[in-house]
């Protein structure tokens, strides 16, 4: 509306931007960019209307922010970037139009988690391949206890997961913490397929942790 303060906030600290974006309101978000709101306000936990259309999958907004100069690195306080956030939340239309405009795939949490270490441990096994075509590093560690997406997915015998870091070149060679393998993780949970293909990709089993035990 004309003399509209555009980037009013309302109780939660949210503009009208953030509100269309997270509604996937496209012809509304479009309004209010030629009004100039401002495209990276945020709300009082840190979103910014980019955040919230990611989160969402409303990527003809994600598609429209972008265009209209959206800063795609802009985080939260504990260092979320969209990116991150549509891959937790398995948005994988989002991952995608997020990837094309740019988005940097190796961000990481203020944890030290990236986007493809998330799409791992969800099992978002198509979002792992977008990434690992984007140029995401597929031997990224977490902090926590240096484990590998193979790792995490070899735990939970993700198979599709496995095949898609495998197929990206992941390391099979890898440890975490104590010095525990992606294989290991495998047998332990008595993932028979996963170890398999890990051993088609040169995993070796008769290595040993810090323990001295080994996968088999």
Known sequence: AAGAAVDAKNAKGSTSLIVASAGGRTECVALLLAANAKVDATNAGGLTALMAAAAGNHTAVVTALTAAGANMEASTTSRVTSLILATQKGQSESVGALIKAGAATNAATADGNTSLLFACHYGYAGIVSQLATA????????????????????????????DALLAARADVHLRRKHGITALMLAALGGHHETAARLCEAGALAGVSNEEGLTAL
């Open 135 to 162: 140029g995401a590093e597929v031997n990224a560690k977490m902090t926590a206890d240096a484990s590998s997406g193979l790792m995490l997915a070899s735990a939970k015998g993700d198979v599709a997961i496995v």
